[in-house]
């Protein structure tokens, strides 16, 4: 029989995975070229949760380059200045852009150059014969570039975007975007669009040391945190049916929750939380039903198994393969609509309430039980501002 553990313990189980799910975040890092007055800082603060280019902030490493980080955040940006520079500046700008990529790459991989944001204003209508030979500098250093069309208003397709396109440069995408909206007059404002674009595409271009630091700290496509959560919860489900391949006698059931808490600590790192002691406690007493239990391993699998339809044979039973997978599953997909739901919340400026937020945990996860269901939901927009959810 497995050894049970206490609620207090579990939650020091519950850190511990955290502890280590970040530890194994790994780190991006992103060169942003354009000139001043292109948006890059605005950019920048759109795509990621902490505010990386506040004013002042940079640490200038070399001349025209300046590097955006913060402790404990696994994101590094090299800001470089565009070509509003004279001839012998752009040069020397050039060279150590160039450098810099070079010594990055004698590094390990964590520390190269992972991506670059070629920025140019979409109101210019143009690009200097000077950038286009800029960006074929670029690719000869094998850095994945995406030429970003900044303060795009429109999201229909633009002369100066088709003509771009026509000139096959050697970047892997062009994307328009409006990092910002902006207020056009008292009555009307154009939204903030294509972030979400820009973030799918730079993922696919980024090398694996840097997917997750990436899609943790983005928070232009909830979406993609979502994804890349489920493809950790298929992982942790394939674990559970292997522990339940021979049936797990119900004493054996902490084993299963062990695994659980471990999913639910790196699905809380994926989407760039921190581990908050209250929240994780309030999803779990929704389950216990008191956070006093002693034998919570066994009070979870409990009350997982009763929620499952016709499940009455199940509770106090042996666990099998079957079961465990499903129970992991649901609990999986839950946790992750969860917190898909309180991060768009917060991003809209609202509130979840711990109550709120377990309830609907709970609601979740018996309809997955219930509908089968073995995917995410579709996304659905951002809650307006006028709806209640405290």
Request: proline share 5%.
């Amino acid at each position: 029989m497995s050894e049970d553990f206490s609620f207090d313990e579990l939650l020091n189980k519950s850190f511990a995975a955290f502890t280590e799910a970040e530890n194994q975040v790994g780190q991006c890092n992103v060169l942003v070229i354009g000139k001043t007055g292109v948006g890059k800082s605005t950019l920048i603060n759109a795509v990621f949760r902490d505010r990386l280019a506040e004013t002042g902030v940079g640490r200038p490493i070399t001349q025209g380059i300046r590097q955006y980080t913060k402790p404990n955040c696994p994101i590094t940006v090299y800001d470089t200045p565009g070509l509003e520079l004279n001839a012998e500046q752009i040069k020397i700008v050039q060279l150590n852009v160039a450098k810099l990529i070079d010594e990055q790459r004698l590094l390990h991989p964590i520390e190269h150059i992972h991506v670059v944001w070629y920025c140019i204003n979409q109101g210019t209508n143009r690009i200097e014969p000077v950038e286009e030979n800029w960006l074929k500098d670029i690719e000869i250093k094998d850095v994945p570039t995406i030429l970003v069309l900044t303060q795009t208003t429109s999201k229909k397709p633009s002369e100066f975007f088709k003509e771009l396109e026509h000139m096959n440069l050697p970047v892997s995408q062009i994307i328009p975007v409006l990092a910002e909206p902006e207020e056009i007059d008292d009555d009307y404002t154009i939204k903030a669009h294509s972030l979400d674009r820009l973030v799918h595409y730079t993922f696919q271009l980024l090398p694996e040391v840097a997917k997750k630091a990436f899609v943790k700290e983005q928070i232009a496509s909830i979406a993609l945190k979502g994804e890349m959560a489920f493809k950790y919860v298929t992982g942790y489900v394939a674990g559970s049916a292997i522990i339940g391949a021979t049936p797990i006698p119900f004493a054996d059931a902490p084993i299963l929750v062990t695994v659980q808490t471990a999913m639910i600590a790196n699905i809380t790192a994926i989407f760039g939380l921190p581990f908050d002691k209250g929240f994780i406690s309030a999803m779990f007493s929704t389950i216990t039903g008191a956070s006093g239990v002693t034998a919570v391993g066994r009070n979870i699998v409990t009350n997982l198994l009763k929620m499952i339809p016709g499940a009455g044979t199940l509770v106090g039973g042996a666990i099998s393969g079957a079961t465990a997978a499903t129970l992991t599953l649901a609990l999986g997909l839950a946790y992750i609509e969860v917190l898909k739901a309180y991060i768009k919340a917060q991003i809209n400026g609202e509130n979840i309430s711990l109550s709120d937020l377990s309830k609907m945990f709970v609601e979740l996860y018996k309809d997955y039980l219930e509908s089968g269901r073995k995917t995410l939901k579709e996304d659905q927009p951002i809650p307006p501002k006028n709806i209640n959810i405290e």
